[in-house]
């Protein structure tokens, strides 16, 4: 088929998952894609080494090596001498629908649910991605896993694989196709070769507008919450500002009242400083007045002494 005319093989630009991926015939196909990354899932031990070594030189390929299925953990997977045919399920009606079909062997494998799986790809949110699944027996459960994924985990492509050998007639591809409609797939090209179908499908678009807008109610949601969060903290800053306020009131009170004391102790200052200025002025004027106490007082006693020594000199006069 051409492959370029697919809608999944153009607008591709993020993971390309498959699950299922065999020898994995479409890889230069993938390769040939806008994929980010292409993700190869084969349950199959062998099968898995040898796809390993094929796209070892291919930075955007990786391969896990286990079965997708309803729950994490070991499993077993029966391999059919047909080649490239395995399953979770073995085939009850085989024998007698395909009488050359029998089972070869069973091997004990490790399991990863697709939720799981999306989880530890982590798909990215704006990107259009792929998925692929060639999973006999466990398409109907993919797909119903699939219809339950969140949108920033959905894939804006599906190629499902469905097999004669598992579905036995054509009554149960109604049954598939339904399921995929009702993960929101809607069909755009149908092919097959050998025992496969192949069926196309993109998703569709009133999903993706009514994803959108989940999205977008979401945002509002969050954007409602932060903004009855900030509102809660603008009222507690209200708050705070009001006791900043309050205290600082306070605070201008006691300034207020520190500066009256201050004009207080400042008046009382100079008062005394008045008083000490007169103080030392009068202390002047008595160390002044003292000291012409003493100038007179030396005087009076000069005179003393001179009156005694002429009463002496009159003594000896009239004693002479």
């Known amino acids: ?76 997977l029966y391999r059919y001498n047909l080649k490239g045919l395995t399953t979770l399920y073995p085939f009850t009606s085989s024998s007698s629908r395909w009488p050359g079909l029998r089972l070869e062997s069973e091997l004990t494998i490790q399991a990863i649910s697709f939720s799981q799986l999306l989880e530890q790809l982590a798909l990215e949110e704006d990107k259009a991605h792929w998925l692929v699944i060639d999973a006999p027996g466990v398409e109907a459960q993919l797909l119903k896993a699939l219809a339950g994924q969140v949108p920033t985990q959905r894939f804006s492509y599906l190629s499902l694989h469905s097999s004669r050998f598992v579905s036995g007639d054509q009554s149960a591809w109604p049954a598939l196709r339904q399921t995929m409609e009702k993960a929101n797939y809607r069909l755009e090209d149908v092919t097959g070769y050998g025992s496969q179908r192949i069926s196309h499908a993109g998703i ?12 977008e109610k979401q945002r509002a949601e969050e954007l409602q919450a932060s903004c009855d969060n900030m509102l809660q903290e603008s009222q507690q800053l209200k708050q705070q500002l009001a006791e900043a306020e309050q205290a600082l009131s306070k605070q201008k009170h006691q300034v207020e009242e520190l500066q009256a004391a201050r004009g207080s102790l400042q008046h009382e200052n100079r008062q005394l400083k008045a008083e000490n200025e007169e103080i030392q002025q009068r202390q002047a004027l008595l160390e002044e007045e003292l000291r012409k106490a003493e100038v007179q007082l030396e005087l009076i006693k000069e005179l003393f002494l001179s009156k005694e020594d002429a009463e002496q000199l009159e003594t000896k006069e009239r004693d002479a």
């Open 1 to 76: 088929m051409e492959w370029e005319t697919l809608s999944a093989w153009q607008d591709t630009n993020g993971t390309l998952l498959h699950l299922g991926a065999g020898e994995c015939r479409e890889l230069e196909v993938y390769l040939n894609t806008q994929a980010k990354r292409i993700v190869l899932v084969e349950a199959d031990p062998q099968v898995a080494q040898a796809l390993r070594r094929r796209t070892q030189s291919e930075s955007r390929v990786q391969v896990i090596e286990a079965a997708v299925a309803e729950k994490s953990g070991k499993a077993t």
């Open 204 to 215: 569709v678009e009133n999903w993706i507008v009514s994803c959108q807008l989940g999205k």
